[in-house]
C-alpha cells in the first residue's frame, strides 16, 4: 500500500474495495517501523487518524459520497496548527505553548475532502533553513540516503512522502523550501502563485514571501491536492479574492500549444553535472531550445537576502531579546544580523523588488514556461558545511536556495519535478506566470508520462 498514490487510494476506497482504515493504519504502521531512520514525523496523530477513517467507512457504509481524497493518509509541517497540538514551527521556544484550538485553513479543506490527518513533520527553525537539519529535534535524513540532508526547511515533508510514509504532504516555501526537498528528495512539489492558498493558522517567516503547498510522488496527485485547497479565505489578509481554477481537467493536455524555454545566463552557473544532466534530459524530453535571460537575477537574489532578514528578524525581536539562548544559534545570528540591516538598504530592495517583478513578467508575453534547476546539486551530506560552487569551495547552507529564490522573490507559481537520476535524485523548476499553476503542472505531468520525470522508491 505504501507506493500507492492518492488517486489510487480514494478510488479503492470510494469504490469501496479497501476500507480507510485499512489504509491509515498501513501508514501509521510504516511511520512507527520506518520514521527512526528518517526523522520525518514530530507528532503522529493516531487516535485522530483512526477516527477520522472509521468515520469514513462508517460513510460508505450508509451510502454517503465520499470525497476525492477519501481515505488518503497526509501530514504536514509543523507550522501547521493542527488542533491538540502546539505549533512549534521547528522552535525549542514554540512547543512551550498552548495547543492549537482549531486545524490551519488547508488542513481543514484536505479534511474535507476526505484526506486522514497521521501527523505534523520535522522542519529547519522557523522555515529559515534549507537543509533540514533541525537542533531540537535532529535532522531529517534522505530516504535515498539516510547520510544525506533532505533540504528544507520543510525537510519532513520531502522526506515523508519520499519514504512512502504518507503520498501527500504540505509545506511552507518563503526562499525555496517545498522546491528543494522536492529536489533532493526526488518528489513533486507546487508553490503556488503568492497568495492563491490560504496561510491561516500557520505560523509566519516572511510574511511578503510565504506560500504554502504539496508535495507528492505524481503530478497528478499534486494537481488533485493543489485544486481542492485553493479559494479565498477571510482569516488570511494576503489569499487573493479569486475563484478556484481546476488544474487537473486539463492535465492530460500536456505541452500542447505551450511556448517553453530554459533559463540561461545566470542560472547555467555554479550547476553541477547533476544539474547540467537534469535539465538537459528535460529539453530534450520537451525538445525545447529556446534559452530566455532574466535580467538582474544576481541582484534580486541579494535584494530577497535583505527582505528575509529583515522582515524574519521583525517577527522574532520580542523572542531574541527574552530567549535568545533558546534559539538554534545559526538561526539567532541571521535574525540578529536582519535586525540591523539599515533601513534605506531594505527601502532599496524593495524598491528593485518591484521593478524585477515589471521585467520578469514581461517575458511571459513572449513564453508560457520557464525551466531552470532547482539546486545546484544533489543533496549534500548531513553536517555538511560546504560545497563547491562555479569551483570555488562555499558555504553551503546560503547557497543551496541560489536558483529558487529569485523566484519566491515575485511570487511566482513553479511546479518541481524529480528527475531520477542515480545515486540521487534532483529536481527541476517548472515556472508559469501568475495564477497559471495549470500550465506548470501540465509540464510536470507530461515530463511523468514520458517517463523523465518520476519519484524513484528508495530501498529503507
Not at 539516510?146 to 515523508?160: D, N
Not at 523572542?319 to 538598504?345: E, N, W
Request: hydrophobic share 45%.
Amino acid at each position: 500500500m505504501e507506493w500507492m498514490s492518492a488517486t489510487e487510494i480514494a478510488r479503492a476506497v470510494s469504490h469501496g474495495e479497501r476500507s480507510a482504515l485499512s489504509f491509515t493504519e498501513a501508514a501509521l504502521t510504516r511511520i512507527k517501523n520506518l520514521d527512526k531512520k528518517l526523522n520525518a514525523f514530530t507528532d503522529v496523530t493516531a487516535k485522530r487518524a483512526r477516527a477520522k477513517a472509521s468515520a469514513l467507512d462508517q460513510a460508505r457504509s450508509e451510502g454517503q459520497l465520499l470525497g476525492p481524497l477519501a481515505g488518503v493518509p497526509f501530514a504536514v509541517k509543523n507550522l501547521f496548527d493542527v488542533s491538540g497540538l502546539p505549533t512549534r514551527a521547528g522552535s525549542k521556544i514554540n512547543r512551550k505553548h498552548a495547543a492549537a484550538a482549531r486545524d490551519a485553513t488547508l488542513v481543514e479543506r484536505l479534511e474535507a475532502a476526505g484526506a486522514v490527518l497521521v501527523g505534523a513533520l520535522n522542519m529547519g527553525e522557523y522555515a529559515y533553513d534549507f537543509t533540514g537539519e533541525n537542533v531540537h529535534d535532529g535532522a531529517s535524513r534522505n530516504p535515498h540516503d539516510l547520510a544525506h540532508m533532505t533540504g528544507g526547511s520543510s525537510g519532513g515533508s520531502g522526506g515523508a512522502v519520499a519514504g512512502g510514509l504518507v503520498p501527500l504532504a504540505l509545506g511552507s516555501d518563503t526562499n525555496g523550501s517545498i522546491r528543494v526537498p522536492s529536489s533532493f528528495c526526488g518528489i513533486f512539489g507546487l508553490k503556488p502563485t503568492y497568495g492563491r492558498l490560504s496561510r491561516a493558522r500557520t505560523f509566519p517567516f516572511v510574511s511578503s514571501f510565504d506560500h504554502l503547498g504539496p508535495f507528492a510522488r505524481t503530478a497528478k496527485d499534486l494537481a488533485l491536492a493543489y485544486d481542492i485547497m485553493q479559494g479565498n479565505d477571510a482569516d488570511d489578509p494576503a489569499c487573493a479574492d479569486r475563484p478556484a481554477e481546476a488544474t487537473l481537467p486539463s492535465l492530460s493536455r500536456g505541452i500542447e500549444g505551450l511556448r517553453i524555454a530554459i533559463a540561461g545566463g545566470y542560472f547555467r552557473k555554479g550547476a553541477s553535472d547533476e544539474t547540467r544532466e537534469a535539465m538537459q534530459l528535460v529539453a530534450k524530453a520537451l525538445e525545447v531550445k529556446r534559452e530566455i535571460e532574466i535580467p538582474e537575477v544576481a541582484r534580486a537574489r541579494s535584494a530577497a537576502y535583505i527582505i528575509t532578514a529583515t522582515e524574519g528578524a521583525a517577527l522574532h525581536l520580542d523572542r531574541l531579546r527574552k530567549q535568545a539562548k533558546d534559539f538554534d544559534p545559526a538561526v539567532r545570528d541571521r535574525l540578529i544580523a536582519g535586525a540591523m540591516v539599515p533601513a534605506p538598504l531594505v527601502n532599496q530592495a524593495q524598491k528593485f523588488r518591484r521593478w524585477y517583478r515589471e521585467q520578469v513578467l514581461k517575458l511571459f508575453n513572449e513564453v508560457d514556461i520557464i525551466l531552470a534547476p532547482a539546486t545546484p546539486c544533489t543533496a549534500p551530506k548531513i553536517g555538511q558545511q560546504t560545497f563547491v560552487l562555479e569551483g570555488v569551495e562555499t558555504p553551503l547552507r546560503p547557497n543551496i536556495g541560489i536558483y529558487t529564490q529569485p523566484i519566491s522573490f515575485i511570487g511566482l507559481p513553479v511546479a518541481a519535478a524529480p528527475i531520477p537520476l542515480a545515486p540521487l535524485p534532483i529536481g527541476v523548476q517548472i515556472i508559469a506566470a501568475p495564477w497559471r499553476e495549470d500550465l506548470a503542472l501540465r509540464v510536470a505531468d507530461a515530463l511523468e508520462q514520458a517517463g523523465v520525470a518520476a519519484a524513484p522508491r528508495p530501498k529503507l
